[in-house]
């Protein structure tokens, strides 16, 4: 247990002040839920220039018990010595007490539990990336002084439920203007914020328990848990450390590298700024991992821990931001499970993941496949596993195009399993996507392995084929219709194309048609991704809207080759308050034909054979 020496000039302030305390108390009691005041903003209450100097303990002491678990974190400025931290440490003295700070003094470890020398204490990166291992935090002080706003978005999700976020100054002057004019904010932004749930002010909002103001001391509670998004790169060293209950083994490990792309592109005029993948396609390390432990699994992709989500949770495992429709996201960082994200009971034995983030056909054929390269491995080290996917109805298990995939693959029907509610795993095996369809683009040059398998089970050589095929969508989709396709499919079967509509076929039609095709058109989207199975491609044509990024079609193109060409066209016009990224990728548009007709016509009369009847 660490003792605190304070020097005499400390003990003799605390003592004078003790009247101060006391009234600090009764204030504090008073102002410990300031957010149940009116919902607009609220605000603060200037501290007095001609009030007793208040000690940081005092006005501590009230609001905030020691905690019963958890760390107690102390970010100091550059060069304090043990004797200045030590009021701020006297009410956590039976806690563990880790200080991080810019050349902290020599003496500061006779008062904390560990210390940290960081490069900067402005900059939370160093601090976030040491939390990240340690146990739950219960207390943050942030001593620092300067700009607190910035530091407590970064760390505050670090804290356990119930925990509490200090900002104080050492100097026991009183909070500055601004910090106070902040701390208003929040009050108004708690009680105003909720109504977004899962967007970045909501989430925040739904974080924040209470804010109480005294003279010289702010603190913000913490509401709920929230969970760190573990990266597939430091996976293998921090979840054993921040979740010890779950051990983590890599059964496989491919290496990163690169590949030159074997397609050549061709964009046909359009005003967008496309954001389009190097010629040189990087591609991440490939790591297939078993995780023995309460594993929790909740469809949609999503598996966690007590204190984390794996990183086999994200469709874009490498892209800034990862995301699951299970989670809310209100950092990078740090998720908070959905209310409805609830185990009900446990799955014995191993499993291996296959679950896509949503059911849709494209996201199989890009997620589920893009997984299977483990499966085999998988299956050697631990004979009795099974695939396993999310399903809504699990009497319809069978008729979804996952199912299908996998029997496909070679799986057989005892080996896979589904649930329809959350569930515990206690073993999982889980590999690294090899597609990766948004910034950094990225696709496996083995992944065509993994196709191959797949068509030998599927292609049909008694399917009627066809040499030109343009693939459309019928009116059962909302996402990015095409409101003038009855055209375009009428330019395109002037010219030889036969017209097909792939949701309307068995998954082994669909893979016998594309296998034989010598020209592939389109609309872009999930319709053309049986790409996959175009062995004799030629010439790939799609028309998109210039808002979709997914570039699921050219990481297909690149591996199979041929030539392709996009037309792009404008889509329809935002609504007033604008579209996020994601909407505007499946915004409905019409292709430009006054634009493109054409440069498209010369090339339909370019490439292939007369279809065949």
Not at 153 to 163: C, Q
């Amino acid at each position: 247990m660490t003792r605190f020496d304070h020097s005499a000039r400390s003990i003799r302030r605390f003592r004078d002040r003790a009247d101060v305390t006391a009234r600090l108390r009764a204030a504090a009691r008073a102002a410990r839920h300031p957010a149940r005041l009116a919902p607009a903003p609220v605000p603060l209450p200037a501290a007095e220039p001609d009030s007793p100097t208040i000690s940081p303990l005092a006005a501590l002491r009230t609001p905030i018990d020691p905690p019963r678990e958890g760390l107690v974190v102390i970010i100091a400025p550059t060069g304090r010595t043990a004797a200045e931290l030590a009021p701020w440490l006297s009410d956590f003295e039976r806690s563990r007490c880790h200080v991080f700070a810019a050349a902290p003094g020599d003496d500061v470890a006779t008062v904390a539990t560990h210390v940290h020398t960081v490069p900067d204490t402005v900059d939370t990166a160093a601090i976030h990336e040491t939390l990240k291992t340690l146990p739950r935090v219960g207390v943050i002080l942030d001593l620092v002084g300067d700009d607190p706003a910035a530091r407590w978005r970064r760390l505050f999700l670090h804290l356990r439920a119930k925990g509490h976020y200090v900002i104080g100054r050492l100097d026991d002057q009183p909070l500055a203007p601004d910090v106070r004019a902040w701390a208003a904010t929040l009050v108004a932004f708690r009680d105003n914020g909720t109504a977004a749930p899962q967007s970045v002010a909501g989430e925040f909002a739904l974080a924040i328990e209470d804010v109480t103001v005294t003279p010289t001391v702010l603190t913000i509670g913490k509401r709920g848990t929230h969970l760190l998004k573990l990266r597939g790169h430091e996976t293998d060293a921090v979840l054993p450390v921040r979740d010890p209950d779950v051990t983590v083994d890599s059964l496989v490990v491919r290496p990163a590298g690169s590949f030159e792309g074997r397609d050549t592109v061709v964009h046909h005029r359009t005003d967008a700024e496309l954001v389009w993948p190097d010629r040189t396609i990087a591609y991440p390390p490939l790591h297939l991992r078993h995780y023995a432990g309460r594993v929790l699994f909740a469809s949609h992709m999503l598996f966690a821990t007590q204190r984390s989500v794996l990183p086999d949770s994200y469709r874009w495992h490498l892209y800034a931001n990862p995301s699951n429709p299970r989670f809310g996201s209100p950092t990078s960082d740090f998720a908070r499970l959905t209310p409805d994200v609830k185990a009900k009971g446990t799955l014995e034995g191993t499993y291996y993941n296959l679950d896509p983030q949503f059911s849709g056909f494209g996201h199989v054929m890009t997620e589920v496949v893009g997984r299977l390269w483990g499966w085999d491995q998988a299956k050697r080290e631990f004979p009795g596993i099974k695939a396993l996917f999310g399903v809504k109805s699990a009497n319809n298990a069978r008729n979804t195009a996952k199912y299908r995939v996998l029997r496909a693959y070679g799986i057989p029907e005892e080996d896979i399993v589904w649930a329809s509610k959350p569930k515990r795993v206690n073993s999982l095996v889980s590999a690294t996507s090899m597609w990766h369809n948004n910034l950094p683009y990225s696709v496996h040059p083995d992944l065509p392995e993994v196709w191959d398998r797949l068509a030998a089970n599927l292609v049909d050589p008694a399917v009627e084929t066809y040499d030109k095929v343009f693939v459309s969508r019928s009116g059962q989709f909302a996402r990015r219709s095409c409101h003038n396709i009855a055209q375009v499919e009428e330019l395109f079967a002037r010219h030889g194309f036969t017209i097909y509509y792939p949701e309307h076929f068995d998954l082994t039609e669909q893979a016998s048609v594309f296998a034989s095709a010598r020209v592939l058109a389109g609309l872009g989207g999930s319709g053309l991704f049986n790409i996959l199975f175009a062995k004799q491609l030629e010439t790939a044509i799609i028309l998109n809207q210039d808002a979709y990024y997914h570039r699921n079609e050219h990481l297909f193109t690149s591996l199979l080759g041929g030539e392709v060409h996009y037309f792009w066209s404008p889509t329809d016009p935002p609504p007033a308050e604008g579209w996020t990224r994601q909407r505007a990728s499946e915004a409905s548009w019409t292709f430009d034909l006054e634009r493109h007709e054409e440069p498209l016509v010369e090339l339909l009369r370019s490439v292939g054979t007369p279809a065949r009847r």
